[in-house]
């Protein structure tokens, strides 16, 4: 009975240790497939949001020109409804800051949704912000999913 316990605790031990060795697999996969965006500068990290929102559905995709865009970097269109896009490639965290481009940015191009969309995630400021000006936040979770739905 002894013997029984022990096989079936290794045997159990052994198929978690293999779960976990798949886990890290997976994720070392993504870290490949998104880490390269993380050595990109801010025009070419534009340029890479708006091709990745063309391959996932959205259509009139446009980056504004670099200055005296008011804060938005790419219009673009889904289902009816327009976007004013907010590009952050940071090293950190994304502040408020880029949530209040995206708001005042939205209504100046008179779009429908402001987004703020980053190869980074959010400070717990800017999620607070988000929520009562109505801005959706675009993280790196997301552009994970985004690059898997291509």
């Known amino acids: 009975m002894k013997n029984e316990v022990w096989i079936i605790l290794a045997v ?25 965006i993380d050595d990109m500068e801010g025009h070419e990290f534009e340029y890479f ?19 005296g865009d008011y804060g938005i970097d790419v219009l673009a269109e889904k289902e009816g ?6 590009c952050k490639c940071y090293a950190d965290s994304v502040g408020v800051k880029a949530v209040q481009e ?19 995630y959010f400070t717990a400021p800017a999620v607070d912000a988000a929520k009562k000006l109505k801005i959706l936040l675009w993280d790196r979770g997301y552009i994970d999913e985004m690059m898997e739905n291509r």
């Open 12 to 36: 159990s031990v052994m198929g978690i240790l293999i779960c976990m060795g798949i886990i890290a697999i997976v994720r070392a996969g993504r870290k490949r497939r998104t880490g390269f």
């Open 49 to 67: 949001c708006a091709e990745l929102l063309k391959d996932n559905g959205f259509t009139e995709v446009e980056v504004t020109k670099g200055s």
């Open 81 to 86: 409804v327009t976007y004013a896009i907010q």
């Open 102 to 120: 995206a708001y005042a940015g939205r209504d100046y191009y008179d779009c429908m949704v402001g987004a703020v969309m980053t190869n980074q």
